[in-house]
T-cell receptor, first 110, second 110 residues
């Protein structure tokens, strides 16, 4: 599976959009970009995934660059409950295992 | 709907004692099942995964083992625990694209 690079930590003001970047320059053509988050002392929670098109669901939006070498997870209106570690993972869709890196610790502040 | 159960929630065991953690899934059949471990302050490490009854793949060689005696049951075991086995153990199952995690077992080896 391809490796990802994420900032160690980020801060965001409550009510603002949180934009979490991820670099995955070695991604191959059949690999998906997944985002999970882990709130303290809980199991990770699936957020969103995409292949090459931008995706949106009730939790977030995923913007993937045209060359697919990077992506951004957008939480449109961050709340205090969005404080968590966010993991960007690249894997081969339904056949790939999820290999978690260190993620980005997002702190949403009032 | 699908549900994943893990028990116990917390466990304190002495070094050298055996371990058995159980995970069961409801509401799905023939799921891919996973065991992860998260040491204090670190990321999730994939330990084992299983694509069917009796089929176990190990990602990291260590003194732990896994078994899948039934379609929706996944067991993590050790004959003799080490201090380094302390951590947060998470079971997960996967449908086509999303992976769902259980509530976890926090193991402290003393």
């Amino acid at each position: 599976d391809a490796k990802t690079t994420q900032p160690t930590s980020m801060d965001c003001a409550e009510g603002r959009a949180a934009n979490l970047p991820c670099n995955h320059s070695t991604i191959s053509g059949n690999e998906y970009v997944y985002w999970y988050r882990q709130i303290h002392s809980q199991g990770p929670q699936y957020i969103i995934h995409g292949l090459k098109n931008n995706e949106t669901n009730e939790m977030a939006s995923l913007i993937i660059t045209e060359d697919r070498k990077s992506s951004t997870l957008i939480l449109p209106h961050a709340t205090l409950r969005d404080t968590a570690v966010y993991y960007c993972i690249v894997t081969g869709g339904s056949q790939g295992n999820l290999i978690f890196g260190k993620g980005t610790k997002l702190s949403v502040k009032p | 709907s699908q549900t994943i159960h893990q028990w116990p929630a917390t466990l304190v065991q002495p070094v050298g004692s055996p371990l058995s953690l159980e995970c069961t899934v409801e509401g799905t059949s023939n799921p891919n099942l996973y065991w992860y471990r998260q040491a204090a302050g670190r990321g999730l490490q994939l330990l084992f995964y299983s694509v069917g009854i009796g089929q176990i793949s190990s990602e990291v060689p260590q003194n732990l083992s896994a078994s899948r005696p039934q379609d929706r049951q996944f067991i993590l075991s050790s004959k003799k625990l080490l201090l380094s086995d302390s951590g947060f153990y998470l079971c997960a199952w996967r449908d086509l694209y999303e992976q769902y995690f259980g509530p976890g077992t926090r193991l402290t080896v003393t």
